[in-house]
């Protein structure tokens, strides 16, 4: 009889361990829900598609190797290069997953009035997407008319996102 009332309060142990493990990851995202939505925080965590796009004012020069098409963001001009496939590279669900922690952005602070974005992430599902944008020059991000500056978390998301930057964008 002992075992039975045993077995039941390790049953119940673990439902209270992972309800709790459920609301603390809940806490850890909440203003990120706020930030970008519903739609869009679910895009962040699991879009099948994932689009980096390199942004500058001018078209750099270079070898002519590379296209750059202008395009509008956050409206700005902008020349863009893109778009290079994240989905399954090493370490992209590290920067994915700092995307969606409350942790990473600075709350209280406000972004610049002028902003230099830099890079851009898609999220598509289907004929859903968001769109981010970077500045890690002053640590912003930005996407559906919101912008917030980041932690020192912009400065890896940055340094994993050259990796891809072509060779004729290099500054």
């Known amino acids: 009889m002992k075992g039975k009332y045993i077995v039941v309060s390790l049953a ?10 459920w609301w603390v990851r809940m806490q850890q995202s909440r203003r990120v829900l706020e930030l970008w939505g519903d739609d869009g925080t679910v895009l962040l965590r699991k879009a099948p598609v994932v689009q ?18 202008a395009v509008e963001v956050e409206g700005e001009s902008y020349h863009a290069y893109g778009p290079i496939d994240l989905v399954g590279q090493p370490g992209f669900m590290h920067a994915r997953h700092t ?14 009035s002028q902003l230099n974005w830099k890079f851009g992430l898609k999220f598509v599902d289907g004929d859903e997407s968001i769109q981010l ?3 890690p020059e002053q640590k912003v991000v930005g996407g559906r008319g919101n912008a917030l ?4 978390v912009i400065e890896r998301i940055t340094s994993y996102m050259d990796r891809y930057r072509p060779q004729a964008a290099e500054k």
């Open 99 to 112: 995307l969606l922690e409350d942790v990473s952005y600075h709350w209280d602070g406000q972004a610049a």
């Open 12 to 21: 119940i142990l673990a439902l209270a361990m992972a309800t709790f493990g």
């Open 52 to 69: 980096l796009y390199f942004y500058e004012v001018a078209p750099p020069e270079g070898d002519g190797k590379q296209e750059w098409d």
């Open 149 to 152: 500056p980041m932690t020192e």
């Open 133 to 135: 944008y970077f500045d």
